[in-house]
C-alpha cells in the first residue's frame, strides 16, 4: 500500500519536472470548498492515503508534506508512513502556514484552481511575491488517477416548511434581494453548498453525511439560476418533481458547467452590473472567470450574507430541533443501555459493532436521513484520537473498564444533531476520572453561562477550559461549532473557540460545548452538548444572552469525582439527568427507563 | 460658572465663523497623547468645566458635545449643566465616534495639531472624505485663554537601578539600537512620555500623579538627543545633577521646542536616513514637519517596541514592587483601622478628610513619591461614579451604615501602585451585600486563573464577569489595566477587557484586577488587586502562566453573602487574608495588628 502514494507522487513530480513546476499544492477541498469533500475531490486521500476531514498537500522535487490540525496527527503519522510525505502541524503557536513554507522554496506553484479558494491562491501568491507564478491547471490528477469518480449526480429533495421548519424560498429569495438592493448588487453568485440548499430548501446526498447538491446559485432581481447535474428523466420521481416544484418557483435549472460560460457573458458594456462574491468559498478557477469579464470596479467581494442569516434558526425550527434532540437522545440511551449490558455479561462488542449498532437505532427515527458524520466509537487509547476513524475490520473490544468515547449525530428532515458521550465501562483509573471529572466541568460551566448581547464566543471560550487550565491540561480543539439545521454539522459564522472570532453569539444560534482532553497511548474524553442561545432577559445593566441545551441524554456520574465538583456544577448536572430521565423515560421501554432511574440518580 | 463656560464656547465660535471653520474638535490630552496632560493642556477642562480624565469636545455652529466614557457619564452630565454641551456616550454599542459624527455635519474642522496624534487626524480626515480639510492651528486657544499655564519646568531626578531596580539607560539603549538595526530605522522618535522616562530612567513631575518630564527622544546609532525644558540655573541640585548624569551619558539635551527643526533638517537627499515614529502618540503638528522633511519611504510607522519592553517587568523592579505593596498595604491598614474606629466611635469623618488621611500615611512611607491618581473616596452614591473627584468642600459624611469605596495609589522610587476596597461600614442591605459579594468572586475567579502562554487578557475577562453576568449585572470598565514601574498608573500594551486586546499577557507584566458593580443613587463597589503575571510551570499539554497578587491588604468578609461564594473562592479569601495578617502584622502597631487579626479571621 506504502509504495502506491509513493509511486502516485512519484508520477506527479514528473508531471512537475516536465511542465517546470517546483512545486504542487494539494487542497484537501473541492470547487466548493467543502469541508468534507466527494469522493471526486478526496485528492489528497488518492496521493498519500490519509483520510482525515482537513489536509493539504505540497509536493516539492525533494520534500512532500501534509498540513493538518492536531485533530489528526495520531492518525496522520500512523496512515503516512512510508509514503515519504511529512506531516506539517497547523494551528500550533509556531506552525508555519503553507503560503509561509513555499515562499522560499519555489517560484512556480502549479494548484488545481478548482479546488482552492480565491483568498487561498491570494496567500500563496502574495507569499511567493515577485517573480513568483501560480499556474492553475484545473483537475490537474485527471490524468494520473484513472479511475477517478465522476461528479455525484444523487436524489434531490425539496423541503416542505410547514412540516420541516424554516422559511420559504421565495421569502429568502426576497430577503436577499432586499440586502443586495442596499448594497448595491446587481448579480449575487452563492458559491457554498450549504448556503445554496438553505436558499432553495433543496436536499441532496452529493457528500457523505452532508444533504447537500453540488451546484452554484446565481440571483439577480428577474432571475434565479441553479447551476447544477440535472437528473435525468429516469431520476425517481421525488428528484423529478423537486426539480419540477423549483421551475414552478422560478428557479432556472441550468447545467452545472454552464456557470462559466454564465458568469464570463453577464457583464456587458452597455449596461455594467455589480457581482457579489465571496471569495471564501469562491474558487480561483472560476474567479479568473469573472475577472476576464467583470471590472473591478463592478466587484463586490465579502462575506455572504447568507451564512449569518443561516445561522439564526427560526422559531419552527428550533421547534423542531428540540424534539428531534429527544428523538436522538432517546436512540443514544438505548444504545448506552445495550452497550453496557452487553459488554457487562461478557459479550465482546468491537467498537464498529457498536458503531453500527447505534446506527441502526438512529436509523429508526422518523426522518432520520442518515448520520451526519462518521460515527466515532473509541475505546481506551483509541478515544486520544479526538478524530478516530473506527475501521471495519479489526477495531477494538470494549472491554469492562476504563473509558469508551461515541462521538455521533444523524441528519434528520427536523434537524441535525451531534453529541458525545464518554462512557465508563467499569473501574477507571484516578487520572480517568480527574479528566473526566475536570472536562465535564468545563462543558457545564459554559452551559451555565449568562452574557451580554454582543459577546462572542471566544470571549466565554475560557469558561470550557478554566478547570482543565488549573490542572495545566488542555485539548487542542475549539470548543464549540455552529451546526446547520439538516445542513452541516459544521457551520459559521459563530464559534466557541480559543482563536478570535469577533462574530457575537445571537439568539437563534445553536452551537456545539465540547471539551475534551486527550492522552495519546492512554484516553480520551470529550463531553459534548448542543446549546441553542436564547434572550435570557433584560436589566439595568443590559440585555442578556444564555444557552438551552437541546442535547437530551444522560451524563454518567460513575466517573465523576464529587470533590472536584462544586455545588452550582453539581446542581445543574443532577437536574440535567433528571430532566433527561423526566423527558425521555415514558419514550423508552420500561426496563431501559427503569435502567436510565438508576442512572441519573442525583449525585453526593 | 455655567456661563463663564457657555461664553468660551461662543467666543471660540465666533473665531469659527471668522475662520470659515464648520467645527472645533478639542482634545483631552496633550502633544504627547498622554491620559493626563498638565494644566496647560486641560483645554477641554476651561472650556466646559468637565473635569473627568477622559473627554474631548466638538464645537459646531449649533452644537457643542463632549465625548467620554462611561467611567464620566454621571459626573459629565452633573458638570455640563447649563453649559450647553451635551454628552455624547462612548465605548457602548451604538456609540457614534468624533470622526463618524463629523462626517455629516461639517466639511472644514479646525483642531490644535499638537493636542491629537496622527492616527486620531487621519480618522478625521478619511471621515470627512473628499471636499473635507482639517485645519491644524496649533495652541489655537492661545488668544482666548488669557492666563493660560506655561509649559511646566518641574524638578528631575535620575534613577539609581541598583538601588530602585530595573536596567541601566545604557542597557536600555543598547536594546532599542540592536531592535532599530534590525528593523533598518536609523532613527526612533519617541513622543510618548513615559517611554521617554523609562528609556532615559529620569523622573519628573510635570503631570499631577505622573512622574514624567514633558520632553521628546531622538536616539540613532551615535546620538541620543533630548528634547526638553532646561533647567535654570538656580534649579535645585538634584534637577542640575540629574541633566549632568545625563549628558555624561552622552544624552544631548536640547530645547523642547527644537525638535522641530531638529527633524525638518535631519533627512537629506545626499544622505538619506529613515524615521521611525509611533503615530499612536507622535501629535499631528510635529508629523506635518516630518513629513515635509521625509520622503515617504523613509517614513516608518508602527507600534513603538518600548511600550511592550516596559511592560515586563525586570526581576529587581518584581522584588522592589512585592516589598512596595506590603508598605503600602500597612498604610492602607492604618488607614482602614483608622476609618473603621472613628466613625464607630461616632466622629464625623467626611470623604475628604478620610482622603487626607490615607495621602498623609502613605507620605509616611520612604521612597514615597506622591499619589499615583485623585485618591476616589466615595460613600454611599458617590462611589456609584467609578471615578468620583471628592470635593474639599462639602464631601460626603462617611456614615455607620453601608457602602464606602478608596480607590487610590501611591508613587514610590520603587514601584506604583493601585489598590481599591469597598468597606461595609455597619449594616448593609441584601443588595449591598449581593453585589459586594458577586465583584468579590469576580475578583477571586480571576485571581486563580490558570492559562496557557499566549493567551491575551480579553481571553479571560469573563472570568472576573461571570458572576455578576450570571446575576444579569455588569460594569462599564475594563477589568485591569497594566501599571507602569514608578510611572503611570494606567499603562500598555496588555488589558484585561472585554474589547479585543490580542496582547498576550507576559511573565512580568504587572496588571489590575478590578471588577465593581455601580448603582447610580444606590451604591458603588469595586475590588483591586494588583497582580503580576508568572510562569506557572510547564506539563504535556504547553506552557503555564499564573498570577501572584501583589497588593497587600485585607479584603473584609462582613458584608460576604457566604451562600454564593463557593469553596475555592473561599479557600482563596481566607488564605489571601491570613497571607496578608502574617505578612502586615509585624508592620503594625499592636492593637492595628490585633484589629487585623479579627478582620482576616476565615469566614465560615
Request: charged share 25%.
Amino acid at each position: 500500500m506504502d509504495n502506491l502514494f509513493a509511486e502516485r507522487i512519484n508520477a506527479l513530480r514528473q508531471i512537475m519536472e516536465s511542465n517546470g513546476w517546483d512545486a504542487v499544492v494539494v487542497s484537501g477541498s473541492d470547487p466548493h470548498s467543502s469541508e468534507y469533500p466527494a469522493p471526486r475531490w478526496q485528492q489528497v486521500r488518492w496521493l498519500c492515503g490519509f483520510t482525515g476531514e482537513a489536509g493539504d498537500l505540497v509536493i516539492t522535487r525533494d520534500h512532500a508534506g501534509l498540513w493538518t490540525d492536531s485533530r489528526y496527527f495520531i492518525q496522520a503519522l500512523s496512515q503516512l508512513e512510508g509514503t515519504g510525505v511529512e506531516l506539517h502541524k497547523t494551528r500550533l503557536p509556531d506552525s508555519i502556514s503553507i503560503p509561509s513554507w513555499l515562499s522560499d522554496k519555489a517560484r512556480t506553484v502549479a494548484v488545481d484552481g478548482l479546488c482552492w479558494n480565491v483568498a487561498a491562491i491570494e496567500e500563496i501568491t502574495d507569499a511567493l511575491g515577485e517573480g513568483g507564478l501560480v499556474v492553475d491547471v484545473p483537475d490537474m490528477l485527471q490524468t494520473l488517477w484513472e479511475d477517478r469518480p465522476m461528479i455525484p449526480v444523487t436524489p434531490v429533495t425539496t423541503l416542505d416548511v410547514d412540516t420541516f421548519g424554516g422559511i420559504s424560498r421565495q421569502e429568502k429569495l426576497s430577503w436577499l434581494r432586499k440586502w443586495m438592493l442596499l448594497e448595491d448588487v446587481d448579480r449575487m453568485l452563492l458559491t457554498s453548498l450549504d448556503e445554496i440548499a438553505w436558499m432553495l430548501n433543496v436536499r441532496g446526498s452529493d457528500i457523505d453525511y452532508n444533504p447537500l447538491v453540488i451546484s452554484y446559485l446565481l440571483v439577480s432581481q428577474d432571475e434565479v439560476r441553479w447551476f447544477v447535474k440535472k437528473p435525468s428523466a429516469f431520476a425517481d420521481p421525488d428528484t423529478l418533481d423537486s426539480f419540477n416544484e423549483l421551475e414552478m418557483d422560478d428557479i432556472i435549472v441550468d447545467d452545472y458547467d454552464a456557470v462559466f460560460f454564465a458568469l464570463s457573458d453577464f457583464s456587458g458594456e452597455d449596461n455594467p452590473v455589480t457581482l457579489f462574491v465571496d471569495p471564501s468559498t469562491l474558487n480561483h478557477h472560476l474567479y479568473s472567470y469573472v475577472q476576464d469579464s467583470y471590472p473591478p470596479e463592478m466587484l463586490r467581494c465579502g462575506t455572504s450574507p447568507v451564512i449569518l442569516q443561516k445561522s439564526i434558526k427560526t422559531i419552527s425550527e428550533i421547534d423542531n430541533l428540540r424534539q428531534t434532540h429527544i428523538d436522538d437522545g432517546a436512540a443514544m440511551e438505548r444504545f448506552l443501555y445495550w452497550l453496557e449490558t452487553e459488554v457487562a455479561s461478557g459479550r465482546e462488542i468491537t467498537e464498529w459493532e457498536a458503531s453500527e449498532m447505534l446506527t441502526s437505532l438512529r436509523a429508526e427515527i422518523p426522518g432520520y436521513r442518515g448520520n451526519s458524520f462518521e460515527n466515532i466509537s473509541a475505546y481506551g487509547a483509541n478515544a486520544a484520537l479526538p478524530h478516530y476513524s473506527t475501521p471495519e475490520e479489526g477495531s477494538s473490544f470494549i472491554k469492562p473498564s476504563g473509558l469508551y468515547l461515541v462521538d455521533s449525530g444523524g441528519q434528520y428532515l427536523t434537524g441535525t444533531t451531534d453529541i458525545t458521550r464518554t462512557v465508563p465501562m467499569g473501574e477507571c483509573t484516578n487520572l480517568q476520572k480527574e479528566d473526566y471529572t475536570l472536562v465535564l466541568k468545563g462543558m457545564i460551566d459554559l452551559s451555565m453561562a449568562v452574557f451580554p448581547k454582543g459577546t462572542a464566543g471566544c470571549q466565554i471560550d475560557a469558561l470550557a477550559r478554566m478547570p482543565l487550565w488549573k490542572a495545566k491540561r488542555n485539548f487542542g480543539h475549539g470548543t464549540g461549532h455552529g451546526i446547520g439545521y439538516y445542513l452541516c454539522v459544521h457551520e459559521g459564522p459563530q464559534s466557541i473557540r480559543y482563536q478570535y472570532n469577533p462574530q457575537p453569539l445571537l439568539p437563534g444560534m445553536v452551537t456545539s460545548n465540547e471539551p475534551g482532553l486527550y492522552r495519546e497511548g492512554m484516553h480520551g474524553i470529550r463531553h459534548e452538548n448542543i446549546v441553542l442561545c436564547k434572550e435570557a432577559g433584560s436589566s439595568e445593566f443590559g440585555d442578556w444572552l444564555d444557552f438551552e441545551t437541546l442535547t437530551c441524554c444522560h451524563i454518567d456520574t460513575s466517573a465523576i469525582l464529587p470533590e472536584l465538583v462544586d455545588k452550582e456544577e453539581l446542581d445543574w448536572l443532577n437536574s440535567y439527568n433528571e430532566h433527561v430521565f423526566r423527558t425521555l423515560s415514558p419514550l423508552l421501554p420500561e426496563h431501559i427507563a427503569q435502567w436510565l432511574r438508576i442512572k441519573t440518580l442525583p449525585l453526593k
